[in-house]
């Protein structure tokens, strides 16, 4: 099994910046992709970001420009630093890793995190 669990969330004033964290633990093998999910209030979770096996991470266009995510195979870990913050991204953020393997045969399986509050104030 994966295990993910994200971090790195709090209350910054709009404009600000925050770095979030996942850390991803347990069989890594097979990973297809990796990515950031947000659900705000009284919405449907959304995708941030999603990175691939290439290396090439398609944003949100919401976040275009503002956010970046980067990933470290040495320490398994995701992380997507947020900058220039807005209101708007007040969510709460969910790593979410995808993974393909023949006991499954080939078909993706998706793990979560429990969730990291990010709340922007104005």
């Known amino acids: 099994q994966v295990q993910l669990m994200e971090s790195g969330g709090g209350l910054v004033q709009a404009g600000g910046s925050l770095r979030l964290s996942c850390a991803v633990s347990?069989?890594?093998?097979?990973?297809?992709?990796m990515g950031w999910y947000r659900q705000a209030p009284g919405k449907e979770r959304e995708l941030v970001v999603v990175?691939?096996?290439?290396?090439?991470?398609n944003y949100a266009d919401s976040v275009k420009g503002r956010f970046t995510i980067s990933r470290d195979s040495g320490k398994n870990t995701v992380d997507l630093q947020m900058n220039d913050l807005k209101t708007e991204d007040t969510a709460v953020y969910y790593c979410?890793?995808?993974?393909?393997?023949?006991?499954?045969?080939?078909?993706?399986?998706?793990?979560w995190g429990q969730g990291t509050q990010v709340t922007v104030s104005s």
């Open positions: 979410n890793v995808e993974r393909r393997t023949w006991t499954n045969y080939g078909r993706p399986i998706n793990y």
């Open positions: 347990g069989d890594t093998s097979d990973i297809s992709g």
């Open positions: 990175l691939g096996n290439g290396g090439h991470a």
